[in-house]
């Protein structure tokens, strides 16, 4: 058989999807969290070679790391010469993740040692790259490591933007590890689409607003929707990392982690919605309204649950919530926000009798007087609470495009190259 096939269980050949992956993992504190993600990607059914520093074997036995990966672990060059496993890793990787990147091994990827098995592999890698830093405040914030940081970006390789919280002891800031799920899927994506995290909205203020309001009847009851949020925090997470200064406004999601490097603010109703995009879109170079906003919230709620007998109501009078992607473009038009302030919308639509899905999504574009539309068709096992999507995204010049189907970061990926697009409508020339 040949390499890179497999054989199904009726005998046919097919694609090994598998991918090769190098994990590697410096000596800081953060050690621990690389177990979770080299699991991620052995589940996800890829070959995983972990290859620690020495100093990482001081937070994590070499025997958890091969029993994850299910492959030997060595740290030197010496090892298994015969392989040349210091230049064969590298060649052969599809993907070299390292987590945590200590100060120290940035600095040393920088310089070009090959001290350690680790540096070597870098050195003859030539897939991506993602470096994820750990380390404290102080150290992330020095002007030799921010030099380092620029440095490997400016070679093509990945650093992903650290997390802010709790680090060693009772210190807390930015210089946290992102959270391994995070990091694997901002790897994942890199296997899908090498370029999908260029550096190309530094010194951006992006305001991305997810997940659904909910508009209550009583304590226990709700009107709102099936939004789990995933679509919009993929774009705050892939905008943050391709260099903004991400704020996101947060309804009710499917228990998501917050974005590494992204302002979260949290809300309820549609009213608190709009209070907080009204507070932020004018200090904002891009206004991304990806939430699912309830339509309407019920005329009155009460402060005890409803009981079913005498107090049941026949009907729910309804009254109608804020559009708040009308609102900030009536505040653009007015001058309350910047004019070059770009604001992208986004519809779910289905088709009836009257028209599909793109009919109504034009309309709703001309009506909503937004620069970008995107549009998904939804449905059983589309868009909603699912981890792929697909559309299209309409632009108020007239032009459309599909977006392809994928993971919802892969989307968000295209929706930002859009929006970069349009930023800079020359391209960056």
Request: proline share 5%.
């Amino acid at each position: 058989m040949p390499d890179g096939a497999s054989r199904s269980a009726i005998g046919a050949d097919v694609p090994d999807t598998r991918k090769r992956i190098v994990v590697g993992v410096g000596g800081g504190i953060a050690a621990y969290k690389s177990c979770a993600l080299i699991r991620d990607f052995t589940e996800a059914g890829h070959k995983v070679r972990v290859v620690p520093t020495e100093s990482a074997l001081e937070f994590v036995g070499r025997a958890t790391f091969e029993a994850l990966s299910g492959n030997p672990v060595q740290t030197g060059v010496f090892t298994d010469v015969p392989q040349v496993p210091h230049v064969r890793l590298g060649q052969e990787a599809d993907l070299v993740v390292v987590a945590p990147a200590t100060a120290d091994l940035l600095a040393r990827a920088v310089m070009g040692r090959a001290d350690d098995l680790l540096t070597a592999t870098l050195l003859t890698a030539r897939c991506p790259v993602v470096f994820a830093p750990a380390m404290h405040t102080e150290m992330w914030e020095h002007p030799a490591t921010v030099a380092n940081v620029a440095t490997l970006r400016a070679r093509g390789v990945t650093v992903v933007e650290p997390a802010s919280g709790r680090l060693t002891g009772k210190d807390t800031g930015a210089g946290r590890l992102p959270e391994p799920e995070e990091i694997a899927g901002l790897a994942t994506l890199l296997l899908e689409r090498p370029d999908a995290l260029p550096r190309d909205l530094e010194g951006r203020r992006v305001l991305v607003s997810a997940g659904g309001t909910r508009e209550p009847l009583d304590p226990v009851r709700f009107l709102g929707n099936r939004s789990s949020g995933k679509q919009g925090y993929a774009i705050a997470r892939l905008a943050a990392q391709r260099g903004a200064e991400v704020i996101l406004v947060s309804g009710y999601t499917a228990g998501l982690d917050e974005p590494a490097a992204v302002e979260t603010v949290h809300v309820r109703t549609a009213e608190d919605m709009k209070v907080a995009v009204d507070k932020e879109a004018g200090r904002c170079d891009v206004v991304v309204m990806a939430a699912a906003v309830a339509d309407f919230r019920p005329s009155t709620s009460v402060t005890s649950k409803i009981k079913k007998g005498a107090g049941e109501p026949d009907a729910i009078a309804l009254t109608k919530n804020p559009d708040i992607l009308a609102g900030v473009v009536q505040a653009r038009r007015d001058g309350e926000i910047p004019a070059s302030t770009l604001v992208v919308g986004f519809a779910a639509e289905t088709g009836d009798a009257d028209g599909d899905v793109l009919t109504y999504a034009r309309a709703k574009l001309r009506r909503k007087g937004c620069d970008l539309l995107v549009v998904n068709a939804v449905g059983e096992g589309k868009a909603f609470e699912v981890d792929h999507n697909d559309g299209w995204l309409l632009s108020a010049d007239g032009s459309e495009s599909a977006l392809e189907h994928g993971s919802k970061a892969l989307m968000a990926s295209r929706v930002l190259d859009a929006v970069s697009a349009a930023l800079d409508p020359a391209g960056g020339e």
